[in-house]
């Protein structure tokens, strides 16, 4: 604001004078005169709604895979000129993060001492009556609230020869536990 006045009563005063009644230096005010001249080019940056278009759409090309250090490296590659922390910023104000890949875990060990379950099928999937042999497996699923654990519980049933006698599952028949 005082260099303003200062360049609007430069004609009618001396800067050094005007300078020294509003309390600042002539070299202070010099050097703003030349920024201003510098402000005559368009300026480059881009806003942040404009920049969280392009962040988000560098995201969702990635199926969400990228985090903000690839999300800004492929922004310079797309020749936007933008600094990582400002991604960074930006990204974590709206939520917007990688997803994490998790590693395989072998939840399986089979070279141990303790005692085994006999295998009372011996192999034979075709029971003689339907609803005679029980299959179960379990499965673990990863979700953002935690592990989810899934059982599935069926019956086998002798399938036609033309498909090949294997095994089908259906069902369990929730009149057998008291459910209608």
Request: overall charge positive; glycine content about 6%; aromatic content about 8%.
């Amino acid at each position: 604001m005082k260099y303003a006045w200062i360049e609007l009563h430069s004609r009618q005063w001396p800067v050094s004078l005007t300078c020294q009644v509003l309390g600042v230096s002539p070299s202070g005010y010099h050097a703003r005169k030349a920024r201003d001249v510098d402000t005559d080019r368009p300026r480059r940056r881009i806003s942040n709604d404009a920049l969280l278009v392009h962040i988000k759409a560098v995201h969702a090309e990635s199926k969400g895979e990228y985090g903000w250090p690839r999300v800004w490296k492929q922004l310079l590659a797309q020749g936007i000129r933008v600094s990582k922390d400002r991604v960074q910023r930006l990204m974590k104000l709206h939520g917007i993060k990688a997803k994490t890949k998790r590693r395989f875990k072998v939840t399986t060990d089979s070279n141990h001492s303790l005692p085994v379950a006999p295998d009372l099928l011996q192999r034979d999937f075709s029971p003689a009556r339907p609803d005679q042999v029980w299959t179960t497996d379990i499965t673990y699923i990863w979700t953002d609230e935690g592990w989810l654990f899934l059982t599935v519980i069926g019956l086998t049933q002798k399938v036609a020869p033309e498909r090949g006698n294997n095994l089908l599952l259906r069902g369990v028949n929730p009149k057998r536990w008291g459910v209608s």
